[in-house]
């Protein structure tokens, strides 16, 4: 196996345009980094396909970045990565660092909020899966968790309905579910949710915290890259944005997550 080196690019996927909030906080972090980022657009929304099924598109797309010669995988999409994390670990046989959104995010909560009541929100996949509770669990530091699936969210952003009456209904019903009443903490348990980060802090009114994974994704991505040495310090390559279907309107929706309109590539996981 060649040695990595901090030239190569960061490969970044999830089912759409989600995973882009994640490779904005790592350019922001890291903007000498340059990215491979795979919307699995033809098969969106992972968080009600099949276990089954997300581990073989995941198992394409690693495919595809490891090709494109990639020195890490980052899994940007939380259904992915309490489906398929595990087993692209075991594909990729430790050839490259395979990053997920849920460890990132159980390792900061369990450091700041435990003796605490912790809410988390996300899709019926990720709920469904326990995997943020049993890790959290894992850790001993006396976290309840409180998770709600919130499944009208997804489909809400991407429609472009945040920071309107729609929204700010959608979001009131969810958030005033019995479950996630008494909570210190709330995570944002998809990588679409940074988007109407702003309305539910509005909501909270500064009572609870808001937990961005994007942010602590990057964070923990920075931290790999220096420890190995393969922080790319100095040059700048272009980034790369490909997607296994394609449409006009989802390039133009790709602005709302990127903050700057990037340009797609179409490349079908089958041919």
Request: with cysteine; hydrophobic share 40%; aromatic share 8%.
């Amino acid at each position: 196996m060649a040695a990595l080196s901090p030239d190569q690019p960061i490969g970044i996927f999830d089912s759409g345009i989600g995973g882009l909030t994640v490779a904005h906080a790592i350019k922001q972090m890291m903007p000498h980094e340059s990215i491979i980022y795979f919307g699995d657009t033809a098969h969106l929304p992972y968080g009600d396909k099949s276990e089954a099924a997300i581990q073989a598109y995941s198992i394409k797309i690693a495919d595809v970045l490891m090709k494109k010669n990639c020195k890490v995988i980052v899994i940007a999409c939380n259904s992915a990565s309490s489906a398929a994390y595990e087993l692209l670990k075991e594909y990729t046989q430790n050839s490259v660092k395979v990053i997920n959104v849920i460890d990132p995010m159980v390792q900061w909560v369990t450091e700041k909020f435990h003796d605490c009541s912790v809410g988390l929100i996300g899709t019926k996949r990720t709920v469904q899966s326990g995997m943020y509770a049993s890790k959290i669990a894992a850790l001993g530091r006396n976290i309840t968790l409180h998770s709600l699936a919130t499944p009208l969210l997804v489909p809400m952003i991407e429609e472009g309905f945040f920071n309107n009456k729609i929204s700010h209904d959608i979001i009131d019903k969810y958030l005033r579910d019995p479950i996630l009443q008494n909570i210190q903490a709330l995570i944002l348990g998809c990588t679409h949710y940074p988007l109407i980060k702003k309305e539910i802090n509005d909501f909270y009114g500064g009572n609870v915290e808001v937990l961005d994974s994007s942010e602590a994704v990057a964070r923990s991505l920075f931290n790999h890259l220096e420890e190995k040495g393969l922080l790319n310090n100095h040059s700048t390559t272009e980034d790369h944005f490909l997607v296994s279907d394609f449409t006009d309107s989802f390039e133009a929706s790709t602005k709302l997550f990127f903050q700057k309109a990037v340009h797609l590539e179409k490349h079908p996981l089958w041919n």
